[in-house]
Nanobody, 125 residues
C-alpha cells in the first residue's frame, strides 16, 4: 500500500505561482511512476504531468512551459511547480502513483493505482 497526501493548493490571481507537494509513504519502492491529475467542475479528470524512475517527464499541452514536475527522493516527495497560472487551471489537483509500463511516463489515469485526496487550486482573473 502507498499513501499519498497533497498540499500547497490555494487561491491566487492569474499570472501568479503555486507549488504543490505530494508526500508519499508506505511501500514506496513498489512504484516507479508518479503524476499529477486535475479535475475541474463538470469535467473529466485529466493528466497534467508525470515523471518516471528515469526522470523522464510528460506534460499536458495546456501546461507545458508553465508547469514543472519534480521529485525529491530523499524526502519521498513529489512536486508540481505551477507558474503563470490561468483561470482555466482552476481544479482539484490529485497526486497519483503506480508502476508504469510505457517508455515514457503516461498521463493516463489507468496507469495509476494509488491516489491522494486532492488539493484545491483556484485562479481568479
Amino acid at each position: 500500500q502507498v499513501h499519498l497526501v497533497e498540499s500547497g493548493g490555494g487561491s491566487v490571481q492569474s499570472g501568479e505561482s503555486l507549488r504543490l507537494s505530494c508526500a508519499a509513504s508506505g511501500n514506496i519502492y513498489s512504484i516507479d511512476l508518479m503524476g499529477w491529475f486535475r479535475q475541474a467542475p463538470g469535467k473529466e479528470r485529466e493528466g497534467v504531468a508525470a515523471i518516471d524512475d528515469d526522470g523522464d517527464t510528460s506534460y499536458a499541452d495546456s501546461v507545458e512551459g508553465r508547469f514543472t514536475i519534480s521529485r525529491d527522493n530523499a524526502k519521498n516527495t513529489l512536486y508540481l511547480q505551477m507558474n503563470s497560472l490561468k483561470p482555466e487551471d482552476t481544479a482539484m489537483y490529485y497526486c497519483a502513483a503506480g508502476r508504469g509500463g510505457a517508455y515514457y511516463p503516461s498521463l493516463g489515469e489507468y496507469e495509476y493505482n494509488y491516489w491522494g485526496q486532492g488539493t484545491q487550486v483556484t485562479v481568479s482573473s
